[in-house]
T-cell receptor
Framework: SQTIHQWPATLVQPVGSPLSLECTVE??????LYWYRQAAGRGLQLLFY??????ISSEVPQNLSASRPQDRQFILSSKKLLLSDSGFYLC???????????FGPGTRLTVT | RKEVEQDPGPFNVPEGATVAFNCTYS??????FFWYRQDCRKEPKLLMS???SGNEDGRFTAQLNRASQYISLLIRDSKLSDSATYLC??????????????FGAGTRLAVHP
């Protein structure tokens, strides 16, 4: 079974600062990878998905970007954070030939 | 119309009660269906997959009605530990190997002594 790691677990950043969140997956190869954001008291919003190395698709235009430099590594970045970027960021993985999606423990980001 | 709609909640029930959550989806071509559970300030966790006419796993039973585009989750003999938000999730599959989960907003369940 796969394991999804995310770090950091919590982060407090000032407005205008850069962001880098990392997600790594163990126990599977060539998964589909996803970044979600969940604002306080709200549902999940899909931000990015990737079907392979270097292949990134964006669901919502914003000041965030994603990269997949290795098969099981997915990175979420921003050059300048906004207050509205605060939220719970979740990385998820769907192993090939399955449809079940599994989530990492998440990063709770507060932009001040 | 939202792609996946759930009962608004919250549901407040005593221990031992039976509670049912309902969910409807708009895309008749959706292929797979799931229930996830999310505890406060935690990641969603897969509770059950619903692939055919329904699944049963202990106290939990999920039903799917493709004709009505309706999914349900029944929890029998509720426990305090069942308190969480339950997310109805529908899978859409696209070309190129990409699959996308559409999440409902969730229904909160609070089980009290």
């Amino acid at each position: 079974s796969q394991t999804i790691h995310q770090w950091p677990a919590t982060l407090v950043q000032p407005v205008g600062s850069p962001l880098s969140l990392e997600c790594t997956v163990e126990g599977t190869s060539n998964p589909n990878l996803y970044w979600y954001r969940q604002a306080a008291g709200r549902g999940l919003q899909l931000l990015f998905y990737s079907v392979g190395i270097g292949q990134i698709s964006s669901e919502v235009p914003q000041n965030l970007s994603a990269s997949r430099p290795q098969d099981r590594q997915f990175i979420l970045s921003s050059k300048k954070l906004l207050l509205s970027d605060s939220g719970f960021y979740l990385c998820a993985s769907t192993p090939r030939r399955t449809y079940e999606q599994y989530f990492g423990p998440g990063t709770r980001l507060t932009v001040t | 119309r939202k792609e996946v709609e759930q009962d608004p909640g919250p549901f407040n029930v005593p221990e031992g009660a039976t509670v049912a959550f309902n969910c409807t989806y708009s895309n008749s071509a959706s292929q797979s269906f799931f229930w996830y559970r999310q505890d406060c300030r935690k990641e969603p966790k897969l509770l059950m997959s619903v692939y055919s006419s329904g699944n049963e796993d202990g106290r939990f039973t999920a039903q799917l009605n493709r004709a009505s585009q309706y999914i349900s989750l029944l929890i029998r003999d509720s426990k305090l530990s069942d308190s969480a938000t339950y997310l109805c999730v529908v899978l859409d599959v696209f070309s190129g190997g990409y699959n996308k989960l559409i999440f409902g907003a969730g229904t909160r369940l609070a089980v009290h002594p």
